[in-house]
């Protein structure tokens, strides 16, 4: 059977019209994903290593690594050598820089990957990881425990807020569609979900935000990494780490979903159960992302769609390239977010927005009758 299409639910890349992919045209998109691949990679390892250099702080490659040698042979208890900054310059690349681009590598990769993973299981294009309320729902948490004062729990609620409004989201579709959960129905739960939590936080922000706090809380909502520190690195990473690897071996059982419901079961698939489990680890995921970073859009709408233009339709060759480019694309929009207007920053959301759109209404003129 030929994989189909997780954007449109066509055959990937006929060679004619109506024919599917001939093994040339499978070899050929399979070699290119290889050399995709190697190129993200490389872009990625001189990419991060120019983000650490760019800023106020006059930080060189040889600083970055006498840094990083220094701290990690502390970490691992080894005779460290002598770190050759100074401190305030030290300060700057092991405690400013360099967790917030781990950060941003972490959280990219994950965006992408869950908005590839929602598009197939939706069959939606235009589906992201915030589809279902879940971006809207972590907002809540968050503002919440900011108007509160006690910000340290943050990354908690941020992430509770996400689950709930999954789960509510779900739970509408389900009782709605009568115990099936139908794409259609999935989306439009989870749109009055986000409505729902969006009411809720505009409301607390209008009667409780003031003063400093306001502009925490509006930056958090627009997405930042300003904040991003080791300890919410990690937290990117170990859920990234987690999740990420049940996520990228679902390839196949994916193509099987673009396909529809009925073409998945005769395939032997559970629909109901691979959907709540899959759409539940994006929303861990997601919400693991979004208490680090807030909102940022267009990430995981725009890149699954920039690779199947490369490489086709077939996920197991779409999953790893979207986490490269999606890890590339923020941590270029966090580094530009940075040095844009020195010494003030922008949220990073506001660029990838400004970035995406455009980006996005090129892929659709490029996709050949659009969006079906």
Sequence with gaps: MTPPSAASGREAAPTTAGAPPSADAWARARHRSWWVGLALAVALLVSAVVALTLGPADITPADILGSARHHLANLVGAAAPADPLSRIQDAIVWQGRAPRVVAAVGIGAGLAL????????LRNPLADPYLL????????????????????????????????ALAASLTLAGVVSGGRLTPGRTVLAGVAVAQACSAVTSFVIFTSVQGDSYREVLGWLMGTLGGATWRSAVIVWVALAVV??????????????????????????????????????????????VSVSGSIGFVGLVVPHAVRLLVGARHVRVLPLAVGLGALVLLWADTAARIVIEPRELPVGILTAAIGAPVFAILLARRRGGIA
Excluded: E, K
């Design 244 to 289: 990420g690897v049940v996520l990228l071996s679902a390839g196949r059982t994916l193509d099987a979903f673009a396909f529809g419901d009925t073409a998945a079961a005769s395939l032997g698939i559970h629909v109901a159960r691979t959907r709540w489990i899959l759409l539940g680890l994006v929303a861990l995921l997601v919400g693991a992302m």
């Design 114 to 121: 869950t908005g590839t993973v929602m598009q197939a299981l």
């Design 133 to 164: 309320g879940i971006s809207s729902g972590a907002s809540v948490g968050a503002v919440a425990v900011l108007v509160l004062g006690v910000s340290v729990l943050l990354p908690v609620a941020a992430f509770a807020g996400a689950v709930l």
